[in-house]
């Protein structure tokens, strides 16, 4: 097996952990990164040295994509799994669904390793791991999102965090692909309640969302810019309100769109079908024979959009996927990067990126590629619903008292706010940038700082000119890094700096000396 100079670092940073004896360590790779091969080289060099190896997954898809890894790899192993043609629980590697495996005999292991780990603190996983003895067994954890999906951290399951690589670093190298935003105007969210796992109410969502998705902007903006790419023939007509739409389209762009409710991914997909395009919707209450059937077709083109709820965010790969279309708001930076990142993956095949940001999801937590900082106890932050920085404040109107934005009612007067309905935006989305979408207010100065320093370090280990650290931040931020934006220069990137100045300014004069003696 051919491996990635970081995916090797990756396996010697796991193994210098465990030999220190933090036995249950979480590996962070982002999106793309190839989580699965470099965990299937671990399996392999430990399936050579007598171990039996245990690796668990929570979907169908995610069993399949893990089998046919080992598999090309040469790995002799076994599915747990009802009724699954490679059920042999003999074979020193096994491939199991927690599903069925929680209701199972205990099956010895020395190795675990967990996919999507960041759900590895839910009580299945956790009643699983209790079954070995915690002296002898190692657990490895693989995620690109090292939070619970309610935010919280993953330090009571795991003892070491290594990361290996970002997602601009492999953008860079040409692992990933990054892509081209279309963002709309802010939808305003201030009146959806947030649920106790940290992210909206889906029923409250459903109502903030439906206004955009009914007049079918959506659809409007796919076939405008996806469409346009393409030189798609589209035929437009005007509504009673004189509104753009779409009455017809061959636009065959491989999309993927991300719906609040499994009702507005129906109506979204039907609204589709209605102007020509081959679409169709999957969710949790299909099997799992039945959604394969559907994504098998988008794989062939035989369909263009496939519309979900939470189903492809995770343990699904298309790697000639051109377009995600965002319709489900989310406070989760986790969420966001599992959707988004399906997008990332290079291909042949693939005539653009387009992230289709219908739902504020690049204004809330920036850009795909933009620095993330991890923590095992520190939870994930999460920006405020209107956005960064402090509390937004709002005036009574009856006695002008001021109050924070999540009053209900003003205690000075009496006065009752009313529930505001969410106003529908009939534009064309823009491309999006750094300067269009300024988030240095929102993130942390400590944050930006880290971001800045890592990317200082790049710099340096790549040789590039100074100013490109500064230019990749702004990129980031929307402004420039400065005293003034509170990132200070640090010290080994200010030295790098002079040096690079100093051999710069003798190369010139060397020129321009030599240029004189030409002359003369």
């Given amino acids: 097996m051919i491996l990635r100079e970081y995916q090797r670092d990756a396996i010697q940073r796991v193994r210098e952990e465990m030999s220190a004896g933090r ?137 070491a965090m290594v990361e290996v690589i970002s997602t601009q670093e492999l953008i860079d190298q040409g692992f990933l692909v990054e892509p081209t935003v279309f963002g709309s105007a802010e939808i305003d ?10 992210d909206y109410k889906k029923s409250q969502l459903s109502e903030a969302m439906e206004s955009t998705i009914l007049h079918g902007e959506i659809l409007t903006n796919w076939a405008r810019i996806c469409g346009g790419a393409l030189n798609s023939n589209t035929v437009w007509y005007k509504d009673s309100e004189g509104r753009e739409r779409v009455s017809e389209t061959d636009c065959d762009a491989c999309t993927v769109l991300f719906a609040p409710t499994v009702k507005r991914s129906k109506e979204l997909v039907a609204q589709f079908q209605d102007a020509g395009v081959r679409a169709a919707h999957i969710d949790g209450k299909m099997t799992s024979g039945e959604r394969k059937k559907i994504l098998d077709k988008l794989e062939s083109g035989e369909i263009s959009v496939v519309s979900n ?42 005539r653009f990126a387009f992230l289709l940001d219908h739902a504020n999801w690049t204004r809330t937590h920036g850009f795909l590629h933009e620095p993330s900082k991890h923590s095992l106890t520190a939870p994930e932050k999460r920006p405020r619903k209107n956005g960064g920085g402090e509390k937004p404040l709002k005036k009574c109107p009856q006695c002008d008292s ?19 309905g969410i106003e529908h935006t009939d534009e064309h989305l823009t491309e999006l940038d750094g300067k269009m979408v300024k988030r240095a207010h929102s993130v942390p100065q400590d944050e930006r700082q880290e971001a800045f320093d890592r990317l200082a370090t790049q710099c340096i280990d790549r040789g590039y000119k100074p100013n490109w650290a500064r230019v990749r931040y702004q990129s980031f931020y929307g402004e420039w890094p400065s005293k003034k934006s509170g990132i200070l220069m640090p010290r080994f990137f200010q030295k790098y700096e002079r040096d690079f100045n100093a051999r710069l300014n003798k190369q010139m004069i060397a020129q321009a000396a030599a240029k004189a003696s030409n002359v003369g």
């Fill in 23 to 159: 036995r249950r360590v979480l590996l962070v790779i982002a999106t793309g990164g190839g989580k699965t091969v470099t965990s299937s080289s671990v399996i392999l060099s430990a399936v050579a040295r007598g171990k039996r190896c245990l690796f668990l997954a929570h979907r169908q898809e995610l069993i399949e994509q893990c089998s046919k890894t080992l598999t090309r790899l040469g790995v002799d192993h076994g599915v747990i799994k009802s009724n699954h043609p490679k059920m042999n629980i003999k074979k020193p590697v096994q491939v199991a669904s927690i599903q069925t495996l929680i209701k199972r005999k205990h099956w010895h292991a020395d190795l675990i390793v967990i996919d999507e780990a960041h759900r590895s603190m839910a009580k299945t996983y956790m009643d699983i791991i209790e079954r070995y003895d915690q002296k002898k067994i190692a657990v490895l954890g693989l995620t690109a999102t090292p939070y619970r999906m309610d935010g919280k951290p993953l330090g009571g399951m795991y003892d």
């Fill in 189 to 198: 969210l201030s009146n959806v309640d947030v649920g106790s796992r940290g």
């Fill in 309 to 350: 709820v939470n189903i492809l965010t995770e343990g699904w790969d298309l790697p000639r996927l051109e377009c995600v279309i965002g319709a489900r708001p989310t406070r989760s930076k986790n969420l966001y990067k599992q959707m988004g990142g399906r997008l990332m993956r290079p291909s042949d095949d693939k």
């Fill in 402 to 420: 001021v109050h924070f934005i999540g009053a209900k009612f003003c205690p000075e007067c009496g006065y009752v706010w009313p529930k505001k």
